[in-house]
Each structure stands twice: as structure tokens, then as C-alpha cells.
């Protein structure tokens, strides 16, 4: 069966796979979608496993808080290229509202937590195929408090949570002890 460039695209478009990879998955399971794009997931563990032994010291963190609850999620990756890619950051958004949604006690609890078909840490394995890159979902804290407030800085290198105990404290106030946290660890 020929492949055709608008089956390419669209894989692609669906995986984020690179266009060769997708043109010979398409190829071998004879234009099922599905099996390509299972055969891409395969493909995308092995590069993963093979990056295992790299250095991770790039990456992005984000955080989120509301209704008294607050997490922070990291991702490394091995270059400032990749962390800055948008579909980088999309994927850390996920897992961070997956923290929010599902409130994870620990990081071990968040890699095992199902996302669709899939656990946080699969997704994290898929998108190191995509990209090439060892990466790994490094860091989860979460807290809970009657305030609590995040902080995401520019660039993704440094995220805050802050919180009071108080449930008359005004926001604006949490938010601003914040902003001092985040500028005393980010100067």
C-alpha cells in the first residue's frame, strides 16, 4: 500500500514523530494508524532505554494552585532546546493538571497515575522517542493550605508555592510573599 503525504502529515501531526519515522511506521503496518502509531511508542521506548546512561540538567517546572491546593511538577531533559519546545512544556501542563486534578502524595504516585491510555511516566518515555532526549519526571511537591498561591517564572527554570494557614488571608498578600520567595531563589 502507497503511503500518502496527508497520511504522513496527519501521523505526525498526531505523535510528533519525525517525518521519516512516521512514512516508514505508516509503511510496515500497511497504513493502519493504529499500528504505526504503536509501532512509533515501541520505537520511542528503545530510544529512551538506549539514552538511560545521559545527563538530564535541562528542563522546565511549572505550578499551579487553587481551591487550597497547590503542586509543582519538573521534567528534565538533556538541552535548553528541547525544554523550550512547545510541545515540551504542553506535555509538563498535562501532568500538572493531572497533580491538580488527581492530588498525588508523592512522585512515585504521579509517574503511576493514569492520563487517557496512559501513565504519566509512559507519556514522559513517549515524548524522549519523539525528541531523542533522555527525559525523566523528576520533581512533584504539592501542598495544601486554606491559601495557597503559585509562581511560575519566565523561562520555566523556577516555580514557588506559598502558603497560609490563615483562611482570612488576603491573596494579594500570599501572592506577594511569593514574588519574594521566587526573587530571593531566582537572583
Not at 90 to 105: H, S
Not at 110 to 133: C, D, H, M, P, Q
Not at 152 to 158: E, R
Amino acid at each position: 500500500m502507497a503511503v500518502t503525504l496527508a497520511d504522513i502529515k496527519k501521523l505526525r501531526d498526531m505523535t510528533g514523530a519525525g517525518m521519516m519515522d512516521v512514512k516508514k511506521a505508516l509503511e510496515e503496518a500497511l497504513g493502519d494508524f493504529e499500528k504505526a502509531k504503536d509501532l512509533l511508542r515501541k520505537r520511542g521506548q528503545a530510544i529512551a532505554a538506549k539514552r538511560s546512561d545521559r545527563e538530564a540538567s535541562e528542563g522546565c517546572v511549572l505550578a499551579k494552585a487553587e481551591n487550597g491546593f497547590g503542586a509543582i511538577v519538573g521534567v528534565k531533559c538533556e538541552t535548553d532546546f528541547v525544554a523550550k519546545n512547545a510541545d515540551f512544556v504542553g506535555m509538563v501542563k498535562l501532568l500538572l493538571d493531572a497533580a491538580m486534578a488527581n492530588k498525588p502524595k508523592s512522585l512515585d504516585e504521579l509517574k503511576a497515575l493514569k492520563i487517557g491510555n496512559f501513565t504519566a511516566e509512559e507519556i514522559v518515555t513517549e515524548r524522549s522517542g519523539v525528541t531523542g532526549e533522555k527525559m525523566e519526571l523528576s520533581d512533584y511537591a504539592y501542598i495544601e493550605a486554606p491559601k495557597v498561591d503559585a509562581y511560575n517564572h519566565l523561562g520555566n527554570k523556577l516555580a514557588s508555592l506559598v502558603a497560609a494557614d490563615n483562611a482570612d488571608a488576603d491573596q494579594e498578600t500570599v501572592h506577594g510573599m511569593n514574588m519574594q520567595v521566587a526573587s530571593s531563589r531566582g537572583s
